[in-house]
C-alpha cells in the first residue's frame, strides 16, 4: 500500500502529460522547404490540438492517399468551408474577391475555381514553386487537419512566435 502512495503522484503526471499531447498541445517538426521562407525546416514548433481554423493560419494535416495516411503536411489556410477560391494571373480570389497574399515567396501558378465543402478547406505552402498543397491534392478536410501552429520552440534563435504578416 505504501508503494502505491508512493507513486501515485508520478501516475497523475503521467497521465497529465498524456492528455495534454494527446488532446491539447504537442511538438512537431518541419519537414522540407515548402513553407519557406516563414520557416526553413527543421524548427520544432509547439502544435495545438483545439480552437478554430482561420484564414492565413498555418496547419499541420495529413495528407491522405488511398483512404490511407501518406505523410503528414505544414501548410497556410487561404480557403474556408463554403468559399470559392480560384487564381488567375497570379493572384488569388476568394468568392471573386481579391485576396491580399502576404506570405507567397513566390507567385502562385493559376488554378480553375474550388468552392468548399462545409467540412473544407484550401491550403496553400509559402514557397509556391515547391509546394505539395490543395492545387494538387485538392481540397482537406477538418478531421484530416491535426491543428494549427505559430510557436517555434527549437532552434532557440527562432524561439517564439512566428512572424505575422497581419
Request: with cysteine.
Amino acid at each position: 500500500m505504501k508503494f502505491l502512495k508512493e507513486i501515485f503522484p508520478y501516475i497523475v503526471i503521467l497521465l497529465v502529460v498524456v492528455f495534454i499531447r494527446t488532446f491539447l498541445v504537442t511538438p512537431i517538426k518541419v519537414n522540407g522547404q515548402s513553407m519557406y521562407d516563414t520557416l526553413a525546416g527543421d524548427e520544432i514548433m509547439l502544435l495545438v490540438k483545439i480552437g478554430e481554423i482561420n484564414r492565413y493560419d498555418m496547419v499541420v494535416a495529413d495528407l491522405i492517399v488511398d483512404e490511407k495516411k501518406d505523410d503528414t503536411l505544414i501548410k497556410r489556410v487561404y480557403g474556408l468551408p463554403g468559399e470559392t477560391i480560384k487564381c488567375e494571373n497570379g493572384i488569388l480570389y476568394i468568392n471573386d474577391h481579391k485576396l491580399e497574399d502576404p506570405y507567397a515567396t513566390n507567385q502562385t501558378s493559376d488554378f480553375e475555381a474550388v468552392t468548399l465543402g462545409e467540412d473544407e478547406y484550401f491550403l496553400l505552402g509559402d514557397n509556391r514553386s515547391i509546394s505539395l498543397d490543395s492545387r494538387i491534392i485538392g481540397p482537406v478536410h477538418r478531421k484530416d487537419i491535426e491543428g494549427h501552429t505559430n510557436f517555434i520552440i527549437w532552434p532557440f534563435t527562432k524561439f517564439g512566435s512566428v512572424k505575422s504578416e497581419e
